[in-house]
């Protein structure tokens, strides 16, 4: 971890040197940081959900050099035990989301972009797209809320067409190992992405190193068509879910199919309404199939504030779940 720390302050002074240096500056940083309360309701519980004190730093040192800085400071899920220092007590790992989720710098050149830092895996559908505060994780893939997708590594994307077609290698570290680096397990990602008018198609080709010299593969295959009036994703995986040791430590990839299908309709300028649906084949275990659908209501007058209220069934569990949730984002300059 001490590694890890000095490398970023290294890459921070080099990008502070770089905008002073500029002969066109153009920086600028802007902060927002999202408080987020929910309260969600399971057959006999409750509990807080994505309830949690982010904030997201992003701008420019130059023309040609850009950072992301974004931290989960308080996350809260569990009613009856209320555990304020699990985004700190898992930082330095790999195998373990903690508060520190992105931390990296991009350099672009002509139509390539070079990324450097604490990233998220190109492993992943349209859904890793979503900063985390405006996740609904009851909706979300078992992949999404099981996977530790934020590694450390590096990213060359190429872009063709003004970004119609992106190309992009990726090596990190792997959620797999506990310590980044230390572990000696890594990940390479290839992803293409196009954009044909309305239609967008995204595919990933992800071998995570699970143990020394044993890859398992990850595929996902993903389509979006926006009609502004109507938008519909669909992302599939070749996987149903991670498995766990018995201290909740991913070990592997569980052999399976995962479909998630989304449809958002807004409704004026205040108002989103999604419908979102899921279905996921257990290879090992057919009596952990699993089908999901629901809808979720958003009113989000202006940007800051976004009230939402959701409701769905779980085949699986053969129950209904409910939740209300409010976030509110408040932003600044810094320079």
């Known amino acids: 971890m001490k590694k890890l720390l000095v490398f970023a302050a290294a890459i921070s002074l080099c990008c502070l040197a770089h905008s002073q240096e500029a002969e066109s500056l153009g920086s600028h940083a802007e902060m927002t940081v999202i408080p987020r309360v929910d309260l969600n309701y399971a057959p006999g519980s409750f509990d807080l959900g994505q309830t949690s004190l982010f904030t997201l730093v992003e701008g420019n040192f130059s023309e040609n050099?850009?950072?992301?800085?974004?931290?989960?400071?308080?996350?809260?899920?569990?009613?009856?035990?209320?555990?304020?220092?699990?985004?700190?007590?898992?930082?330095?790992?790999?195998?373990?989301?903690?508060?520190?989720?992105?931390?990296?710098?991009?350099?672009?050149?002509?139509?390539?972009?070079?990324?450097?830092?604490?990233?998220?895996?190109?492993?992943?559908?349209?859904?890793?797209?979503?900063?985390?505060?405006?996740?609904?994780?009851?909706?979300?893939?078992?992949?999404?809320?099981?996977?530790?997708?934020?590694?450390?590594?590096?990213?060359v994307a190429w872009n063709l067409l003004d970004g119609d077609h992106v190309f992009s290698?990726?090596?990190?570290?792997?959620?797999?190992?506990?310590?980044?680096?230390?572990?000696?397990?890594?990940?390479?990602?290839?992803?293409?992405?196009?954009?044909?008018?309305?239609?967008?198609?995204?595919?990933?080709?992800t071998a995570l190193e699970t143990c020394k010299k044993h890859f398992d593969w990850l595929f996902s295959v993903d389509g979006k068509l926006d009609l502004e009036a109507v938008v519909f994703t669909l992302d599939f995986y070749n996987i149903y879910d991670i498995a766990f040791d018995a201290e909740d430590l991913p070990v592997g990839l569980e052999a399976g199919r995962t479909y998630r299908f989304e449809c958002s309709l807004p409704l004026g300028e205040d108002w989103t309404v999604s419908a979102h649906g899921q279905y996921a084949v257990c290879k090992a275990d057919?009596?952990?199939?699993?089908?999901?659908?629901?809808?979720?209501?958003?009113?989000?007058?202006?940007?800051?504030?976004?009230?939402?209220?959701?409701?769905?069934?779980?085949?699986?569990?053969?129950?209904?779940?409910f939740g209300i949730g409010a976030r509110y984002e408040i932003s600044f300059n810094l320079f």
């Open 65 to 155: 050099l850009s950072f992301t800085f974004a931290a989960n400071l308080v996350g809260l899920s569990d009613l009856s035990d209320l555990d304020f220092a699990w985004p700190y007590t898992s930082l330095g790992k790999s195998n373990l989301n903690n508060a520190l989720q992105f931390l990296n710098v991009t350099y672009s050149l002509g139509n390539f972009d070079f990324t450097l830092g604490k990233d998220v895996m190109t492993c992943g559908g349209f859904e890793y797209d979503a900063w985390d505060w405006e996740v609904h994780p009851w909706f979300s893939s078992n992949l999404w809320n099981n996977l530790p997708a934020y590694q450390w590594g590096g990213k």
């Open 169 to 205: 290698l990726q090596g990190s570290t792997s959620p797999f190992g506990e310590k980044p680096f230390a572990s000696g397990l890594f990940a390479g990602s290839f992803q293409y992405q196009g954009t044909f008018g309305p239609f967008s198609v995204r595919t990933n080709a």
């Open 286 to 321: 057919h009596d952990l199939n699993f089908w999901k659908a629901g809808a979720n209501v958003e009113f989000h007058p202006g940007e800051a504030l976004h009230v939402n209220a959701f409701g769905m069934y779980d085949g699986l569990a053969a129950a209904p779940y």
